[in-house]
């Protein structure tokens, strides 16, 4: 139980277009779903939080206008990346929290993302 | 990031045990976890711990937490090639999670 899958895997993009990146919860439902940044050998940052139905909370230096969240449902959270530079390059990895246990949030496999 | 911290390189003899350490600033986290990762994967749980408890087992997994000096480690007995990944510590407050940088464990047969 508690699986999240992260949907692509793997993208490649050229500058200025838009990358969009899902996660889904495959066995739970998730009230709040996270999105992670981390850069190589570097520990994670933590992006932005997602409620269900409502806007997203942005960390401290997050563009909220470049990293678009949407999470239209208990199962699904997405992450656009618009006008994508190549320092946008980088492994976004999601978590969905609930299931069971202690409230812990349970990680996607990440995204890797480049842009050309 | 900056307020956890655990040491970035670990290598050890296959069949000996590991001991990765981490210590963390928030007294009010509420709990612990212990998350590998894998080249190229996302992370993936390998335990927690309560914050009012001392120890937590799982069969080769021991977690040992210090309330008092804020000190995490994650001992794994037996340690198999298998085992060679990035081990996050994190802790929680308010459902957000700050991790350490990650120690890079390496197994040498």
């Known amino acids: 139980g508690a699986v999240v899958s992260q949907h692509p895997s793997r993208v490649i993009c050229k500058s200025g277009t838009s990358v969009k990146i899902e996660c889904r919860s495959l066995?739970?439902?998730?009230?709040?779903m996270f999105w992670y940044r981390q850069f190589p050998k570097k520990s994670l940052m933590l992006m932005a939080t997602?409620?269900?139905?409502?806007?997203?909370?942005?960390e401290q230096g997050v563009e909220k206008d470049k990293f678009l969240i949407n999470h239209a449902s208990l199962t699904l959270s997405t992450l656009t990346v618009t006008s994508a530079h190549p320092e946008d390059s980088s492994f976004y990895i999601c978590?969905?929290?609930?299931?069971?246990?202690?409230?812990?949030?349970?990680f996607g496999p990440g995204t890797r993302l480049t842009v050309l | 990031g900056e307020d956890v911290e655990q040491s970035l390189f670990l290598s050890v003899r296959e069949g000996d045990s590991s001991v990765i350490n981490c210590t963390y600033t928030?007294?009010?986290?509420?709990?612990l976890y212990w998350y590998k990762q894998e080249p190229g994967a996302g992370l993936q749980l390998l335990t927690y711990?309560?914050?009012?408890?001392d120890m937590k087992q799982d069969q080769r997994l021991t977690v040992l937490l210090n309330k008092k000096d804020k000190h995490l480690s994650l001992r794994i007995a037996d340690t198999q090639t298998g085992d060679s990944a990035i081990y996050f510590c994190?802790?929680?407050?308010?459902?957000?999670?700050?991790f350490g940088a990650g120690t890079t464990v390496t197994v040498r047969a």
């Open positions: 978590s969905a929290r609930g299931g069971q246990g202690a409230d812990t949030q349970y």
């Open positions: 066995d739970f439902q998730a009230t709040t």
């Open positions: 997602s409620n269900e139905g409502s806007k997203a909370t942005y």
């Open positions: 928030d007294s009010s986290s509420t709990y």
């Open positions: 711990i309560f914050s009012n408890m």
């Open positions: 994190a802790e929680r407050v308010d459902y957000k999670l700050s």
